[in-house]
């Protein structure tokens, strides 16, 4: 079964918006990951965040983790068209390779 | 992609047939790992490696056999192809434990008819 879930499933934003995507999980985790996925590719880290973190910035990305509500966002500031693509978050408990991926949110940028 | 590479990408085969994937990286990353991607699904994973000969199951290891004979190759094998492995299948490295972050292949769309 998943252990993330994300949200929303799709999201179509005009560019130069932001754009937010939860993701929210069911157990204790050792820590949190996003990836993207352009059409057709393979999966790109963009981020790693540790549950004794609460923030982390990277360029255009900000996330976010709640531990107490089990939960993650991922916002992108001042969207681009290339910006287009499927991200997932993906926890990982323990110190163990059991890395659980939500289905993902495919968000959409328009120019 | 980052030193990693997918054979093939892509193949169609018929019900109760083999089937061999093969992943190869030039990273000498210690660990390596099969993942299936369906609609609605997102990853899950299928088996793992942690070092030359040594594999371990994941999420969804009922009908796959993996082998690593070598640090930079990861053979997943279909031991009798069943219509729901129709799937794309990845392959993913990682220096360390998945305490760090993954690093993905292109893809193997792989077809069960």
């Known amino acids: 079964s998943q252990q993330g879930e994300e949200d929303p499933q799709a999201l179509s934003i005009q560019e130069g918006e932001n754009a937010t995507m939860n993701c929210s999980y069911k157990?204790?985790?050792?820590?949190l990951q996003w990836y993207r996925q352009n059409s057709g590719r393979g999966l790109v880290h963009l981020i790693l965040i540790r549950s004794n973190e609460r923030e982390k910035h990277s360029g255009r990305l900000r996330v976010t983790l709640d531990t107490s509500k089990k939960s993650s966002s991922l916002l992108i500031t001042a969207s681009r068209a290339a910006d287009t693509a499927s991200y997932f978050c993906?926890?990982?408990?323990?110190?163990?390779?059991?890395?659980?991926f939500g289905a993902g949110t495919r968000l959409t940028v328009k120019p | 992609d980052a030193g990693i590479t997918q054979s093939p990408r892509h193949k169609v085969t018929e019900t109760g047939t083999p089937v061999t994937l093969r992943c190869h990286q030039t990273?000498?990353?210690?660990?390596m790992y099969w993942y299936r991607q369906d609609p609605g699904h997102g990853l899950r994973l299928i088996h793992y490696?942690?070092?030359?000969?040594?594999?371990d199951k994941g999420e969804v290891s009922d009908g796959y056999s993996v082998s690593r004979s070598k640090t930079e190759d990861f053979l997943l094998t279909l031991e009798s192809a069943t219509s729901s492995q129709t799937s794309v299948y990845f392959c993913?490295?990682?220096?360390?434990?998945?305490?760090?972050?993954?690093?993905f292949g292109p893809g193997t769309r792989l077809t069960v008819t």
């Open positions: 993913a490295i990682s220096g360390s434990s998945a305490s760090y972050e993954q690093y």
């Open positions: 993906a926890t990982v408990k323990g110190n163990n390779n059991d890395m659980r």
């Open positions: 990273e000498n990353h210690r660990y």
């Open positions: 157990t204790s985790i050792n820590n």
């Open positions: 490696s942690y070092g030359v000969k040594d594999t």
